[in-house]
Structures are given as structure tokens and as C-alpha cells.
């Protein structure tokens, strides 16, 4: 990456917290941090998961493998562009939906409440062309 400061720039007057980036630094590999990691570093720390981002940014280090699906994978896209989506499953999205949006802590919702994987989530909207936004790290 040219600008090493990218990340962090979106967080101006942020500190980075040393006892956060320690824990972020334990699961880190190759200057990237999974989702489910950074997830795990949030309940373990008991902070919110939009912190943990942002510690992450300020980091400068890349966020990978999505859970819903939707970057971050060394072999590209893991959805699947074929899903079959269920009435309940598009009733539920067609309810969520604003400005053609979703956030990714309501399909984690629905994706829970309908017992479905969160992939199927990202791709059911991939297929309805309904963009996932905003995500609980702020990668997007």
C-alpha cells in the first residue's frame, strides 16, 4: 500500500489504544485481521465492535474474510450468485431494506433468527441487488 496512513486517516484525533492493538497485533497475520477475529477481540474486551475497527484502522491493517460474504477472500467472491431465496428470506430483506441498504448487523439478525448462514445472507442480497452497509468494523 503507497499511503500507509489510509486507514487511519478516517479517524482523525483517534488514539490508538495499546492494550487493544495488543490483542489485534496476537490474532493479526499478514497485516490483515478476520472478521470473526476481530468480532471475538470485541466480546473478550467487552467494547463495541465499531471501536475494535477503528483501532484496527488506525492500525492500518486490513480487515478480510467477511462474514457475509462479501470481501476478503484470496480466491475471490465465496458467494453464491445461484442461491435460491426462500419467500421468508425475501420478506425479511423487502422489511430491512431502506435506500436500496441494508446494515450487516441486521442480516447478522436475520440470519440468526432464521437459523440460515450469514454467506446466504450476503448472497440472497447480492442477488436483490441490495447493498450491505454499514458494516459493524467500518470496513465499508
Same mark, same amino acid.
Given at each position: 500500500?503507497?499511503?500507509?496512513?489510509?486507514?487511519?486517516?478516517?479517524?482523525?484525533? +483517534?488514539?490508538?489504544?495499546?492494550? /487493544?492493538?495488543?490483542?489485534?497485533?496476537?490474532?493479526?497475520?499478514?497485516?490483515? /485481521? *478476520?472478521?470473526?477475529? #476481530?468480532?471475538?477481540?470485541?466480546?473478550?474486551?467487552?467494547?463495541? %465492535?465499531?471501536?475494535?475497527?477503528?483501532? &484496527?484502522?488506525?492500525?492500518? %491493517?486490513?480487515?478480510?474474510?467477511?462474514?457475509?460474504?462479501?470481501?476478503?477472500?484470496?480466491?475471490?467472491?465465496?458467494?453464491?450468485?445461484?442461491?435460491?431465496? =426462500?419467500?421468508? %428470506?425475501?420478506?425479511? %430483506?423487502? *422489511? =430491512? /431494506?431502506?435506500?436500496?441498504?441494508? =446494515?450487516? =448487523?441486521?442480516?447478522?439478525?436475520? #440470519?440468526?433468527?432464521?437459523?440460515?448462514?450469514?454467506?446466504? &445472507?450476503? #448472497? #440472497?442480497?447480492?442477488?436483490?441487488?441490495?447493498?450491505?452497509?454499514?458494516? +459493524?468494523?467500518?470496513?465499508?
Amino acid at each position: 500500500m503507497k499511503n500507509r496512513t489510509y486507514y487511519a486517516s478516517k479517524h482523525k484525533g +483517534q488514539k490508538l489504544d495499546e492494550a /487493544v492493538a495488543e490483542k489485534i497485533r496476537a490474532i493479526a497475520e499478514n497485516g490483515r /485481521v *478476520t472478521c470473526a477475529a #476481530a468480532h471475538l477481540i470485541s466480546k473478550k474486551l467487552n467494547l463495541p %465492535l465499531s471501536e475494535i475497527g477503528i483501532q &484496527i484502522d488506525l492500525m492500518e %491493517l486490513r480487515i478480510n474474510k467477511c462474514q457475509l460474504g462479501l470481501f476478503g477472500y484470496p480466491d475471490g467472491k465465496k458467494l453464491d450468485p445461484d442461491i435460491e431465496i =426462500s419467500a421468508e %428470506l425475501d420478506n425479511q %430483506l423487502d *422489511t =430491512s /431494506v431502506a435506500d436500496g441498504r441494508i =446494515s450487516c =448487523s441486521d442480516c447478522w439478525e436475520i #440470519a440468526e433468527r432464521m437459523k440460515i448462514k450469514r454467506m446466504d &445472507i450476503g #448472497a #440472497a442480497c447480492e442477488k436483490k441487488n441490495i447493498r450491505i452497509k454499514p458494516c +459493524q468494523l467500518g470496513a465499508f
